[in-house]
C-alpha cells in the first residue's frame, strides 16, 4: 500500500490542523494505521493510531485531549486533527500501516510509511 501524507503547515500556538493520510494500492480497511512524528535531532515517536475498523484508537499521553485520529475506509484515508498546538508539537509527522495489530505504538509494529508532513508551530 502506498501512502501520501498531507495537511501540514505553519500555525500559531494553540492552533489547528488536520493532516491526512491517502492510500493507494491495497485494500486499506485491511490496514491498522498510526501517526507517528521526528523532530529534529530526535528519535521517531508515536502519536496515535487506530485499528482497522476505526473501533479502538491509542494516543502518546503528550497528545491525549488534544488530538484525534480517525479514518474513512470509504475515502481510503486516515486524518489526524490536532487542536491546541504547541511548539514542542513540531516535527516531520509520517502516516503508516500495520497488518496486524501487536505492535500499534512502536514503528516496527508498522509495514508501510508515508513521506511525511512537516507540522511548526510557533510561538
Known amino acids: 500500500v502506498q501512502l501520501q501524507a498531507s495537511g501540514g503547515g505553519l500555525v500559531q500556538a494553540g492552533g489547528s490542523l488536520r493532516l491526512s493520510c491517502a492510500a493507494s494500492?491495497?485494500?486499506?480497511?485491511?490496514?491498522?494505521m498510526g501517526w507517528f512524528r521526528q523532530a529534529p535531532g530526535k528519535e521517531r515517536e508515536f502519536v496515535a493510531a487506530i485499528t482497522w475498523h476505526g473501533g479502538t484508537t491509542y494516543y502518546a499521553d503528550s497528545v491525549k485531549g488534544r488530538f484525534t485520529i480517525s479514518r474513512d475506509n470509504a475515502k481510503n484515508t486516515a486524518y489526524l486533527q490536532m487542536i491546541s498546538l504547541k511548539p514542542e508539537d513540531t516535527a516531520v509527522y509520517y502516516c503508516a500501516a500495520a497488518i496486524t495489530a501487536v505492535e500499534l505504538t512502536a514503528v516496527l509494529g508498522y509495514n508501510y510509511w508515508g513521506q511525511g508532513t512537516l507540522v511548526t508551530v510557533s510561538s
Open positions: 494500492g491495497r485494500t486499506f480497511s485491511n490496514y491498522h
